[in-house]
C-alpha cells in the first residue's frame, strides 16, 4: 500500500530560525514528489516538484532535498518569516499512468514573533 | 484564468438535508478532484475524473455522497442525507493529466451540519 508518512506533527520556531521538515514514503514505482504549503483557510499550494534525478531544488527559502534510495525528502526553511505559518504536505505520485498522488497528513508550523 | 472556483464558501445545514457542493476547474485541465479535509485524518481523495468521466471514486465514503461532472467546466459533489460526521473542508483541484500532475486547489468549502 503507497503511504506517506510526515514527521513532525507540528513544530513552532521563533522567527528568523530555520526548521526541515521530514517526508518518508513507499510509494512505487516513484514518478515524483511535491511540497505544498496550506496557509490556514486556503486550499495547498505547490511549493517544489522532485523527480527521481534529482537531489536538491530551491525555491526561495524554501529546499527540499530528495533520497531517492531511502525514499525520504526534506524540506528546509530558511530565516523562517511569520507568513511561513502553515501546513506543509508532502504528495508522492507513482508513474505507470496513474494520476492519483498519496498525500502526507502534513506538518503545521508556527513561527512565532 | 481565476483559478478553481468553488461554491459556497460556507455551508451550514441541519443532519438530514441534501448539501450540493459546486466547482469549476482550470479552464483546459482534463483531470478533476475531490477531496475532503478533516484535523483528525487530513486530505482524503474521493473521487476523479478525468476528461469528465468518473475513474475512481473508492474514496467516496457511502452511498449518500456522489458526484457528477456533465462538462467540461463543472463538477458537483451531493450528499444526500448529511449527517453530522459529513462536517469538514471539502476542497476541489484540477490538473492536466501529465506525468508532472500539479494539482490546483480550490478555497475549499466550509461544510457543518448540525
Known amino acids: 500500500k503507497n503511504q506517506v508518512e510526515q514527521s513532525p506533527q507540528s513544530l513552532i520556531i521563533l522567527e528568523g530560525k530555520n526548521c526541515t521538515l521530514q517526508?518518508?514514503?513507499?510509494?512505487?514505482?516513484?514518478?515524483?514528489l511535491r511540497w505544498y504549503k496550506q496557509d490556514t483557510g486556503r486550499g495547498p499550494v505547490s511549493l517544489t516538484i522532485?523527480?527521481?534525478?534529482?537531489n536538491t531544488k530551491s525555491n526561495g527559502r524554501y529546499t527540499a532535498t530528495l533520497d531517492a534510495d531511502t525514499k525520504q525528502s526534506s524540506l528546509h526553511i530558511t530565516a523562517s518569516q511569520l507568513s511561513d505559518s502553515a501546513s506543509y504536505i508532502c504528495?508522492?505520485?507513482?508513474?505507470?499512468?496513474?494520476?492519483?498522488?498519496?498525500f502526507g497528513r502534513g506538518t503545521s508550523l508556527i513561527v512565532h514573533p | 484564468d481565476a483559478g478553481v472556483i468553488q461554491s459556497p464558501r460556507h455551508e451550514v445545514t441541519e443532519m438530514g438535508q441534501e448539501v450540493t457542493l459546486r466547482c469549476k476547474p482550470i479552464?483546459?485541465?482534463?483531470?478533476l478532484f475531490w477531496y475532503r479535509q478533516t484535523m483528525m485524518r487530513g486530505l482524503e481523495l474521493l473521487i476523479y475524473?478525468?476528461?469528465?468521466?468518473?475513474?475512481?471514486d473508492s474514496g467516496m465514503p457511502e452511498d449518500r455522497f456522489s458526484a457528477k461532472m456533465p462538462n467540461a467546466s463543472f463538477s458537483t459533489l451531493k450528499i444526500q442525507p448529511s449527517e453530522p460526521r459529513d462536517s469538514a473542508v471539502y476542497f476541489c483541484?484540477?490538473?492536466?493529466?501529465?506525468?508532472?500532475?500539479?494539482?490546483?486547489f480550490g478555497p475549499g468549502t466550509r461544510l457543518t451540519v448540525l
Open positions: 475524473f478525468n476528461n469528465n468521466v468518473p475513474i475512481d
Open positions: 483541484a484540477s490538473s492536466l493529466a501529465s506525468l508532472y500532475n500539479e494539482q490546483f
Open positions: 504528495v508522492v505520485s507513482a508513474s505507470g499512468g496513474s494520476y492519483i498522488p498519496t
Open positions: 517526508c518518508n514514503y513507499t510509494v512505487s514505482p516513484f514518478s515524483n
Open positions: 522532485m523527480t527521481f534525478s534529482e
Open positions: 479552464s483546459g485541465h482534463n483531470s
